[in-house]
Each structure stands twice: as C-alpha cells, then as structure tokens.
C-alpha cells in the first residue's frame, strides 16, 4: 500500500477517489430518499454531450461536462414540476437525447470512440493535478451544501407538500438537489465513468439503509462506505491490473451483498425483540 505512494498520478488517483466517494453517497442519499436513484444515470448521459462538445471546441472536456449536466438537471426538474411529465419518462427524454448528442459531436469533433472511453469508465489515474483542483472545488461545494442544508434538503425529500406548507422553499430546493447532481456526475466520471457513475451515488446509500434505520446515520455511513469503496477500487485495480471504475463498483456492490442479509438479521432480531 505505502509504494502506492511513491507515485504521483496514484496520489492523485488516490485523492480523487477520496472526494469522490465523499461526494457521490452524501447527494445520492437524497436522490434515494426522494425516490429518482436513476437521476445520476441520466444526467450521465447528458454529460456525455458536455464532453463531446469540450473536444469539438477544445475546451476542457470537464468544465463543458458541468455545463451541460446541470442545463440537463434542470430541465429534468423542470419537466417533472411544471408539465406533469413523470420522473422516468423526464429521464429517458434525456438519456436518449444525451447520448445522441455525444455520439453527433464526437463524430464532427473527428474524434473516435475509443476517445471517450476515460468518461464512459472512468480513467482515474490519468487525472492530473489540474483536474484533481477541480474535482476537489466541486466536491468542496457539493459536501459543503449537501451537509450544510441538510435539515432543508431532507425535509423536500421526505415530504415535498409538507416542506411547502410549512414554508419551506420546496421547489428552490428541489432545483438545488438536482443542480447537486448533475456537479456530483462530472465529479465523478474521471473515477467511476459517466455510465457507472449512478451506482457509486446509490449502491453505499442502499448498503447504508440494510444497516441502520435514521436518515442522518445512513448519510454518513454511505459516505464511510463510499470512501471505502473507491480507495479499495482503486488499490486493487493497481495490484489487479484492472480498470478501476468497474472495480470500484463492484467492491460497492459486493458490500451490499454482505450488507442485506446482515440488516435482514437484525429486522428479524427487532421485530421479535417488540412485544
């Protein structure tokens, strides 16, 4: 583990997977708790357009992805809210469009495939130390939000109505959580990729919910977990020789497969422990 260290691009991998996995639990947890898991897929594959678009103007592939992510988070917000448009059907609207605007870019951008494969699944120990300041300011702003208004954010997520009438700005919030999304996913694609993205928002929340039964316990154990998670990912993809996106989330989801039958166990225990 300490050689790990001898190295500059595995400090940075190492670095960038620590804010990631902080980042990543800490918004996912109200996206589960608000019922859209899938939003960070989505806004995935609208990013994809943002990359394509930072390689056809030769623009920063990461700033551009921000952009249109959170263009697309809000449109999607804005569809569910204002047009009665359901939450998936808003989803796939983008996820579609998404793709086919990454796809058309690339292709004017004169760039192959095989170009996109560092955003589609993540390339991790490729960051460098200008993209490693970027990710830390936007995981910096998401963590600061997403644990700062967490009585506000949780409070829209568990009852948007309630929140309302009891004056709560649902609806600048729920914005709020949406933008927090789309700037988690650009975060996050130099780590996990654009198209695993969405599980590393959502798996250590899910593992989280098996072990405990308060909102506050399971955000920050989904953001142990998460951390967790991406530094084992990327250790071992080092010594595995294995890409370390998909490692990343398959050591999260072997944690939740050792995670459910535990928190089935201790349900049973409670429910038998009540009279």
């Given at each position: 583990?300490?050689?790990?260290?001898?190295?500059?691009?595995?400090?940075?991998?190492?670095?960038?997977?620590?804010?990631?996995?902080?980042?990543?639990?800490?918004?996912?947890?109200?996206?589960?708790?608000?019922?859209?898991?899938?939003?960070?897929?989505?806004?995935?594959?609208?990013?994809?357009?943002?990359?394509?678009?930072?390689?056809?103007?030769?623009?920063?592939?990461?700033?551009?992805?921000?952009?249109?992510?959170?263009?697309?988070?809000?449109?999607?917000?804005?569809?569910?809210?204002?047009?009665?448009?359901?939450?998936?059907?808003?989803?796939?609207?983008?996820?579609?469009?998404?793709?086919?605007?990454?796809?058309?870019?690339?292709?004017?951008?004169?760039?192959?495939?095989?170009?996109?494969?560092?955003?589609?699944?993540?390339?991790?120990?490729?960051?460098?130390?200008?993209?490693?300041?970027?990710?830390?300011?936007?995981?910096?702003?998401?963590?600061?939000?997403?644990?700062?208004?967490?009585?506000?954010?949780?409070?829209?997520?568990?009852?948007?109505?309630?929140?309302?009438?009891?004056?709560?700005?649902?609806?600048?919030?729920?914005?709020?959580?949406?933008?927090?999304?789309?700037?988690?996913?650009?975060?996050?694609?130099?780590?996990?990729?654009?198209?695993?993205?969405?599980?590393?928002?959502?798996?250590?929340?899910?593992?989280?919910?098996?072990?405990?039964?308060?909102?506050?316990?399971?955000?920050?154990?989904?953001?142990?977990?998460?951390?967790?998670?991406?530094?084992?990912?990327v250790v071992t993809s080092f010594a595995a020789n294995t890409a370390p996106g998909p490692t990343i989330v398959l050591i999260?989801?072997?944690?939740?497969?050792?995670?459910?039958?535990?928190?089935?166990?201790?349900?049973?225990?409670?429910?038998?422990?009540?009279?």
């Open positions: 583990m300490l050689q790990l260290l001898d190295y500059d691009f595995m400090r940075r991998a190492l670095l960038a997977a620590f804010l990631t996995g902080l980042a990543a639990p800490s918004i996912g947890t109200y996206l589960v708790q608000r019922r859209l898991a899938l939003l960070g897929d989505g806004i995935g594959h609208i990013a994809l357009t943002g990359v394509a678009l930072g390689l056809l103007t030769g623009r920063a592939p990461l700033l551009t992805a921000v952009l249109v992510a959170v263009v697309g988070a809000l449109v999607i917000e804005l569809l569910r809210t204002y047009t009665g448009t359901s939450g998936d059907v808003a989803l796939a609207l983008l996820f579609y469009g998404g793709i086919a605007g990454g796809v058309l870019l690339v292709g004017l951008a004169g760039e192959s495939a095989a170009s996109l494969n560092a955003y589609l699944f993540g390339a991790i120990t490729t960051v460098s130390a200008g993209d490693l300041q970027i990710v830390a300011g936007l995981a910096g702003v998401v963590l600061l939000l997403a644990v700062g208004l967490w009585p506000q954010l949780f409070a829209v997520c568990q009852d948007e109505e309630h929140a309302r009438v009891s004056g709560v700005p649902a609806r600048a919030y729920g914005l709020l959580i949406a933008v927090l999304a789309a700037v988690t996913v650009t975060v996050s694609m130099r780590t996990v990729g654009l198209l695993l993205v969405s599980a590393l928002m959502v798996v250590p929340v899910a593992t989280a919910q098996q072990l405990t039964r308060s909102f506050r316990t399971t955000f920050g154990l989904a953001m142990v977990l998460g951390v967790a998670a991406s530094l084992a990912g999260a989801l072997a944690g939740f497969a050792v995670a459910a039958p535990v928190g089935a166990l201790l349900t049973r225990n409670h429910e038998g422990a009540v009279p």
